[in-house]
């Protein structure tokens, strides 16, 4: 059975940094796009940031470039995402998801998702 599991979000203050992480059972990350998506209050989901498990590479949305960092560990199984310089605007409720088999990077997207995890709050504020 596959399944995705969150864990490491907080209440932070501004300027604070979180690590969250993404533990995957059932499948071998192996060669996959993995991705991380958020929802805010009132707004509608946007992904974040995705990671290749194979050659590692990665992509950001603007907002975040500078200041997240992706990263995987295959023999744990496992994706990261260390937020640094976090703002009260990146409060929201963050999702990591398995995209489609075959899937670059570059296309990587919710619409594309194949499995989610159920979520970890991010809550950014003094």
């Known amino acids: 059975q596959v399944q995705l599991v969150e864990s490491g979000g907080d209440l932070v203050q501004p300027g604070g940094s979180l690590r969250l992480s993404c533990a995957a059972s059932g499948f071998r990350l192996g060669y996959l796009t993995i991705g991380w998506f958020r929802r805010a209050p009132g707004k509608e989901r946007e992904g974040v940031s995705c990671i290749h498990t194979g050659d590692g590479s990665t992509n950001y949305v603007d907002s975040v470039k500078g200041r997240f960092t992706i990263s995987r560990d295959n023999a744990r199984n496992t994706v990261y995402l260390q937020m640094d310089s976090l703002k009260p605007e990146d409060t929201a409720v963050y999702y990591c998801?398995?995209?489609?088999?075959?899937?670059?990077?570059?296309?990587?997207?919710?619409?594309?998702?194949?499995?989610w995890g159920q979520g970890t709050q991010v809550t950014v504020s003094s």
């Open positions: 998801a398995v995209v489609a088999v075959g899937t670059p990077v570059r296309d990587c997207a919710a619409a594309r998702a194949e499995y």
